[in-house]
Every structure is written in structure tokens, then in C-alpha cells.
């Protein structure tokens, strides 16, 4: 059984930085496509940043963040981490972490979720 556990959320002030950190428990990261999803207030859920099991495949982060977010893991701490720069209001939302096996694609199809975690940005 996969548990995934996010940290690091925080009220942050615009143009700071944050890094996420995922902990996945219960089975070994390595093989597990690691994404990285966010909930703003009264809205849906999207997709914000993956990175593959599979070194060929790489990472894919959403247009809208493509220059200020990048996305990484390391199996050898179980750990996926969302680096987050230049922080802005609209940044602010619940983000999730999430897992699925294969990668293709990278923005769907995840099987496994976090319970979030709140990122605050003031202005």
C-alpha cells in the first residue's frame, strides 16, 4: 500500500521561495512516476509539475510555473521535492503530491494521492 505525505507548506510573502517535500511510505519510490498537483480555493485541481521513473522520459512542469517551479526526487530518501521561486498571490493552494506507475503521460492517470499541503502567498 502506497502512503505519500507531504511537507513544507507555508504563508511566504511573494517572490520567496518554498520547497515541497513528498515522502512516499509502504513501497519504493524508484519505480513510482512522482507528480505534483495544486487546489486553489474554489477551483479544480491541476496539474502543476512530474518527473518520471524513467530517466528518459524526464519531467514535465505546467506553462504556467515552467519558469519559476522544478520538480526532482531522490529514491534513495523515497523523497519527490517541488522547488517553487518567485512565489506569487496566485500561487497560493492546497498542493498535493501524487504517484502512478508507468509514465506516459505525465500529467494523468496518478493512482495515488497525498493530503495536501497549504501554500499561502501575501502579498
Known amino acids: 500500500q502506497v502512503t505519500l505525505t507531504e511537507s513544507g507548506g507555508d504563508l511566504v510573502q511573494a517572490g520567496n521561495s518554498l520547497t515541497l517535500s513528498c515522502v512516499m511510505y509502504?513501497?519504493?519510490?524508484?519505480?513510482?512516476?512522482m507528480g505534483w498537483w495544486r487546489q486553489a480555493p474554489g477551483k479544480d485541481r491541476v496539474f502543476v509539475a512530474a518527473?518520471?521513473?524513467?530517466?528518459?522520459?524526464?519531467?514535465d512542469i505546467a506553462r504556467s510555473v515552467k519558469d519559476r517551479f522544478t520538480v526532482s526526487r531522490d529514491n534513495a530518501k523515497n523523497t519527490a521535492y517541488l522547488q517553487m521561486s518567485l512565489l506569487k498571490t496566485e500561487d497560493t493552494a492546497v498542493y498535493y503530491c501524487?504517484?502512478?506507475?508507468?509514465?506516459?503521460?505525465?500529467?494523468?492517470?496518478?493512482?495515488?494521492w497525498g493530503q495536501g499541503t497549504q501554500v499561502t502567498v501575501s502579498e
Open positions: 501524487a504517484a502512478r506507475q508507468g509514465s506516459s503521460p505525465l500529467n494523468r492517470g496518478y493512482e495515488y
Open positions: 509502504g513501497q519504493t519510490m524508484s519505480m513510482y512516476t
Open positions: 518527473i518520471s521513473w524513467d530517466d528518459d522520459r524526464g519531467t
